[in-house]
Protein backbone atom coordinates (compact mmCIF):
# COMPACT_ATOMS: atom_id res chain seq x y z
CA UNK A 1 0.00 0.00 0.00
CA UNK A 2 2.53 2.87 -1.04
CA UNK A 3 -0.01 5.20 -3.17
CA UNK A 4 -2.90 6.96 -1.85
CA UNK A 5 -4.52 6.16 -5.43
CA UNK A 6 -4.78 2.83 -7.67
CA UNK A 7 -2.39 3.32 -10.65
CA UNK A 8 -4.28 3.54 -13.63
CA UNK A 9 -2.37 2.23 -16.82
CA UNK A 10 -3.35 2.93 -20.85
CA UNK A 11 -2.41 0.49 -23.54
CA UNK A 12 -4.74 1.91 -25.93
CA UNK A 13 -4.20 5.44 -28.18
CA UNK A 14 -7.47 7.65 -27.21
CA UNK A 15 -8.30 7.90 -30.38
CA UNK A 16 -8.85 4.08 -30.76
CA UNK A 17 -11.67 2.33 -30.03
CA UNK A 18 -10.87 -1.24 -30.04
CA UNK A 19 -7.12 -2.81 -30.12
CA UNK A 20 -6.21 -6.72 -30.58
CA UNK A 21 -2.46 -7.95 -30.44
CA UNK A 22 -0.26 -10.76 -29.59
CA UNK A 23 0.00 -10.74 -25.76
CA UNK A 24 3.35 -9.03 -25.01
CA UNK A 25 5.58 -11.24 -23.65
CA UNK A 26 7.81 -8.57 -21.41
CA UNK A 27 4.52 -8.00 -19.55
CA UNK A 28 5.19 -11.60 -16.95
CA UNK A 29 5.70 -9.03 -14.48
CA UNK A 30 3.21 -6.30 -13.95
CA UNK A 31 2.11 -4.24 -10.20
CA UNK A 32 -1.01 -3.93 -9.74
CA UNK A 33 -2.81 -1.24 -11.45
CA UNK A 34 -6.78 -0.63 -13.11
CA UNK A 35 -7.26 0.33 -16.53
CA UNK A 36 -8.37 3.46 -18.32
CA UNK A 37 -11.90 2.73 -19.09
CA UNK A 38 -11.87 0.04 -20.89
CA UNK A 39 -12.41 -3.75 -20.60
CA UNK A 40 -9.23 -6.67 -21.46
CA UNK A 41 -9.94 -10.10 -22.57
CA UNK A 42 -6.47 -12.14 -22.30
CA UNK A 43 -6.38 -15.45 -24.07
CA UNK A 44 -3.52 -18.16 -23.35
CA UNK A 45 -2.43 -20.86 -24.77
CA UNK A 46 1.04 -21.41 -23.36
CA UNK A 47 2.02 -19.94 -19.61
CA UNK A 48 2.34 -20.46 -16.43
CA UNK A 49 2.11 -18.57 -13.03
CA UNK A 50 -1.04 -16.33 -11.36
CA UNK A 51 -3.22 -13.60 -12.83
CA UNK A 52 -4.27 -11.74 -9.67
CA UNK A 53 -7.37 -10.18 -9.91
CA UNK A 54 -8.67 -7.76 -6.99
CA UNK A 55 -8.27 -9.94 -4.08
CA UNK A 56 -8.46 -13.32 -6.06
CA UNK A 57 -5.51 -15.48 -7.55
CA UNK A 58 -6.10 -17.69 -10.99
CA UNK A 59 -4.09 -20.07 -12.03
CA UNK A 60 -2.83 -19.98 -15.25
CA UNK A 61 -3.72 -23.17 -16.93
CA UNK A 62 -3.88 -22.52 -20.82
CA UNK A 63 -6.04 -22.39 -22.92
CA UNK A 64 -7.58 -19.88 -20.56
CA UNK A 65 -9.53 -16.47 -21.33
CA UNK A 66 -9.60 -14.07 -18.57
CA UNK A 67 -12.09 -10.96 -18.84
CA UNK A 68 -10.79 -7.46 -16.75
CA UNK A 69 -12.96 -4.75 -16.10
CA UNK A 70 -12.10 -1.04 -15.96
CA UNK A 71 -13.10 -1.05 -12.36
CA UNK A 72 -10.90 -4.27 -11.37
CA UNK A 73 -7.35 -4.18 -9.96
CA UNK A 74 -5.33 -7.13 -11.80
CA UNK A 75 -1.27 -7.54 -12.23
CA UNK A 76 0.56 -10.78 -13.67
CA UNK A 77 2.98 -13.11 -12.02
CA UNK A 78 3.91 -15.57 -15.12
CA UNK A 79 6.85 -18.32 -14.56
CA UNK A 80 7.08 -19.10 -18.23
CA UNK A 81 7.11 -17.75 -21.37
CA UNK A 82 3.53 -17.13 -22.41
CA UNK A 83 1.68 -17.35 -25.89
CA UNK A 84 -1.74 -15.55 -26.24
CA UNK A 85 -3.88 -12.78 -27.96
CA UNK A 86 -4.78 -9.38 -25.87
CA UNK A 87 -8.41 -7.82 -26.51
CA UNK A 88 -8.96 -4.52 -25.31
CA UNK A 89 -12.37 -2.87 -25.85
CA UNK A 90 -13.08 0.68 -25.15
CA UNK A 91 -17.58 1.52 -24.81
CA UNK A 92 -17.47 3.80 -27.52
CA UNK A 93 -16.43 0.88 -29.43
CA UNK A 94 -19.70 -0.59 -28.15
CA UNK A 95 -21.35 2.74 -28.76
CA UNK A 96 -20.44 2.93 -32.21
CA UNK A 97 -20.56 -1.38 -33.00
CA UNK A 98 -23.26 -2.08 -36.20
CA UNK A 99 -23.77 -5.33 -34.79
CA UNK A 100 -26.48 -5.06 -31.79
CA UNK A 101 -25.40 -8.58 -30.59
CA UNK A 102 -21.93 -8.08 -29.65
CA UNK A 103 -22.75 -5.37 -26.76
CA UNK A 104 -25.56 -8.04 -25.71
CA UNK A 105 -22.42 -11.31 -25.67
CA UNK A 106 -19.71 -9.02 -24.12
CA UNK A 107 -22.05 -8.26 -21.17
CA UNK A 108 -22.58 -12.31 -20.59
CA UNK A 109 -18.65 -12.88 -20.96
CA UNK A 110 -18.15 -9.99 -18.51
CA UNK A 111 -19.68 -12.05 -15.75
CA UNK A 112 -16.70 -14.15 -15.61
CA UNK A 113 -13.44 -13.26 -14.64
CA UNK A 114 -12.05 -16.43 -16.15
CA UNK A 115 -13.47 -19.21 -18.43
CA UNK A 116 -11.60 -22.32 -18.69
CA UNK A 117 -11.33 -23.97 -22.22
CA UNK A 118 -10.61 -27.09 -24.36
CA UNK A 119 -8.09 -27.12 -26.95
CA UNK A 120 -10.01 -25.64 -29.80
CA UNK A 121 -8.32 -24.88 -33.54
CA UNK A 122 -11.48 -22.67 -34.09
CA UNK A 123 -10.57 -20.40 -31.21
CA UNK A 124 -6.89 -20.19 -31.46
CA UNK A 125 -7.48 -19.48 -35.69
CA UNK A 126 -10.87 -16.24 -34.93
CA UNK A 127 -7.89 -14.62 -32.70
CA UNK A 128 -5.29 -14.85 -35.92
CA UNK A 129 -7.98 -13.80 -37.99
CA UNK A 130 -8.77 -10.25 -35.95
CA UNK A 131 -4.85 -9.76 -35.11
CA UNK A 132 -3.90 -10.22 -38.51
CA UNK A 133 -6.87 -7.79 -39.95
CA UNK A 134 -5.92 -4.83 -37.27
CA UNK A 135 -2.52 -4.69 -38.94
CA UNK A 136 -4.10 -3.58 -42.37
CA UNK A 137 -3.53 0.16 -42.51
CA UNK A 138 -7.99 0.19 -43.04
CA UNK A 139 -8.88 -2.59 -41.53
CA UNK A 140 -12.44 -4.00 -42.61
CA UNK A 141 -15.27 -3.49 -40.16
CA UNK A 142 -17.33 -6.64 -41.33
CA UNK A 143 -14.36 -9.07 -40.62
CA UNK A 144 -13.45 -7.09 -37.42
CA UNK A 145 -17.37 -7.26 -36.37
CA UNK A 146 -17.82 -10.63 -38.03
CA UNK A 147 -14.72 -12.18 -35.78
CA UNK A 148 -15.66 -11.02 -32.86
CA UNK A 149 -18.80 -11.98 -32.68
CA UNK A 150 -17.86 -15.63 -33.67
CA UNK A 151 -15.31 -15.58 -31.00
CA UNK A 152 -17.46 -13.96 -28.14
CA UNK A 153 -20.01 -17.05 -29.08
CA UNK A 154 -17.42 -19.32 -29.67
CA UNK A 155 -16.23 -18.73 -26.32
CA UNK A 156 -19.43 -18.41 -24.27
CA UNK A 157 -20.14 -22.02 -25.73
CA UNK A 158 -18.19 -23.03 -22.45
CA UNK A 159 -19.78 -21.40 -20.13
CA UNK A 160 -23.51 -21.43 -19.07
CA UNK A 161 -24.84 -18.53 -20.08
CA UNK A 162 -27.09 -18.22 -22.87
CA UNK A 163 -27.34 -15.12 -25.63
CA UNK A 164 -30.83 -13.26 -24.97
CA UNK A 165 -32.63 -10.60 -27.14
CA UNK A 166 -35.10 -8.74 -25.67
CA UNK A 167 -34.46 -9.13 -22.47
CA UNK A 168 -31.15 -7.44 -21.90
CA UNK A 169 -31.95 -4.04 -21.62
CA UNK A 170 -32.52 -2.92 -17.56
CA UNK A 171 -30.28 -5.47 -16.41
CA UNK A 172 -27.42 -4.93 -19.02
CA UNK A 173 -27.45 -1.12 -17.92
CA UNK A 174 -27.85 -1.31 -14.63
CA UNK A 175 -24.33 -3.31 -14.29
CA UNK A 176 -23.11 -1.05 -17.00
CA UNK A 177 -23.99 2.06 -14.73
CA UNK A 178 -22.52 0.09 -11.62
CA UNK A 179 -19.06 0.15 -13.41
CA UNK A 180 -19.26 4.13 -13.47
CA UNK A 181 -20.74 5.10 -10.37
CA UNK A 182 -21.03 3.15 -7.32
CA UNK A 183 -23.93 4.39 -4.47
CA UNK A 184 -25.70 2.08 -2.01
CA UNK A 185 -28.56 2.92 -3.32
CA UNK A 186 -31.20 1.01 -5.44
CA UNK A 187 -33.54 4.40 -5.67
CA UNK A 188 -31.17 5.96 -7.55
CA UNK A 189 -30.37 3.59 -10.10
CA UNK A 190 -33.93 2.99 -10.48
CA UNK A 191 -34.14 6.50 -11.46
CA UNK A 192 -31.45 6.59 -13.54
CA UNK A 193 -33.24 3.48 -15.85
CA UNK A 194 -36.47 5.02 -15.69
CA UNK A 195 -38.06 2.17 -13.60
CA UNK A 196 -39.14 1.69 -10.47
CA UNK A 197 -37.22 -0.03 -7.62
CA UNK A 198 -39.79 -2.99 -7.11
CA UNK A 199 -39.26 -3.60 -10.99
CA UNK A 200 -35.62 -3.28 -11.13
CA UNK A 201 -35.32 -5.91 -7.82
CA UNK A 202 -37.83 -8.15 -9.52
CA UNK A 203 -35.47 -7.69 -13.03
CA UNK A 204 -32.22 -8.49 -11.30
CA UNK A 205 -33.54 -11.93 -9.61
CA UNK A 206 -35.12 -13.43 -12.70
CA UNK A 207 -31.73 -12.85 -14.63
CA UNK A 208 -29.02 -13.03 -11.93
CA UNK A 209 -31.42 -14.67 -8.88
CA UNK A 210 -30.11 -11.98 -7.01
CA UNK A 211 -31.72 -8.79 -5.67
CA UNK A 212 -30.81 -5.08 -6.98
CA UNK A 213 -29.32 -4.19 -3.33
CA UNK A 214 -27.68 -7.44 -3.16
CA UNK A 215 -25.91 -6.81 -6.34
CA UNK A 216 -25.11 -3.47 -5.12
CA UNK A 217 -23.70 -4.71 -2.29
CA UNK A 218 -21.65 -7.27 -3.87
CA UNK A 219 -19.88 -4.09 -6.08
CA UNK A 220 -19.05 -1.87 -2.96
CA UNK A 221 -17.76 -4.49 -1.61
CA UNK A 222 -15.51 -5.35 -3.96
CA UNK A 223 -14.27 -1.76 -4.31
CA UNK A 224 -14.17 -1.30 -0.41
CA UNK A 225 -11.58 -4.25 -0.44
CA UNK A 226 -9.67 -2.81 -3.78
CA UNK A 227 -9.05 0.08 -1.56
CA UNK A 228 -7.99 -1.13 1.63
CA UNK A 229 -5.38 -3.28 -0.24
CA UNK A 230 -4.04 -0.86 -2.84
CA UNK A 231 -4.01 2.39 -1.57
CA UNK A 232 -3.08 4.58 1.67
CA UNK A 233 -6.42 5.99 2.01
CA UNK A 234 -7.88 5.79 5.51
CA UNK A 235 -11.20 4.57 6.70
CA UNK A 236 -13.12 8.30 6.51
CA UNK A 237 -11.12 8.76 3.22
CA UNK A 238 -12.90 5.45 1.29
CA UNK A 239 -16.17 5.64 3.41
CA UNK A 240 -16.38 9.38 2.24
CA UNK A 241 -15.26 8.63 -1.94
CA UNK A 242 -17.99 5.48 -1.51
CA UNK A 243 -21.15 8.78 -0.06
CA UNK A 244 -21.31 6.83 2.70
CA UNK A 245 -23.10 9.04 5.82
CA UNK A 246 -20.06 8.18 8.39
CA UNK A 247 -17.23 5.79 9.38
CA UNK A 248 -19.76 3.65 11.41
CA UNK A 249 -22.38 3.51 9.31
CA UNK A 250 -19.50 2.10 6.22
CA UNK A 251 -17.95 -0.31 8.91
CA UNK A 252 -21.11 -2.11 9.67
CA UNK A 253 -22.05 -2.80 5.96
CA UNK A 254 -18.78 -3.84 5.65
CA UNK A 255 -18.58 -5.96 8.74
CA UNK A 256 -22.17 -7.48 8.04
CA UNK A 257 -20.98 -9.04 4.67
CA UNK A 258 -17.40 -10.01 5.22
CA UNK A 259 -17.61 -10.59 9.16
CA UNK A 260 -14.85 -8.41 9.67
CA UNK A 261 -14.48 -4.22 10.23
CA UNK A 262 -12.44 -2.70 7.30
CA UNK A 263 -9.40 -2.55 9.29
CA UNK A 264 -9.30 -5.86 10.08
CA UNK A 265 -9.68 -6.99 6.52
CA UNK A 266 -6.65 -4.50 5.94
CA UNK A 267 -4.45 -6.01 8.58
CA UNK A 268 -5.21 -9.91 7.67
CA UNK A 269 -4.58 -9.16 4.11
CA UNK A 270 -1.16 -8.09 4.94
CA UNK A 271 -0.08 -10.84 6.79
CA UNK A 272 -1.05 -13.08 4.52
Known sequence: MQTTDIRIKDKIPASDFLKIEV??????????????????????TEGSGFHYLDTTPFKIQPPVAFLIHQNQVHHWHINTIPKGYVIIIKERFLETVLDASIPLLLSKLSSFDAISLPQNPIIDALFQVL????????PENDVIEGG??????????????????????IETKFIQLLSETLRNNVGYYAEALNT?????????????QKSASDIIAEHLIKEIKRQLLYTSKN???????LEFKDTSNFTKFFK?????????????EVLV
Open 235 to 241: ISDIAYS
Open 131 to 138: CLEMKNQA
Open 256 to 268: RHTSLTPLQFRKQ
Open 23 to 44: FDVNKRYTKPHRHNKYLELVYF
Open 148 to 169: LKALFSKLLSYTNQHVKTAADG
Open 196 to 208: SAQNLNNICQKAY
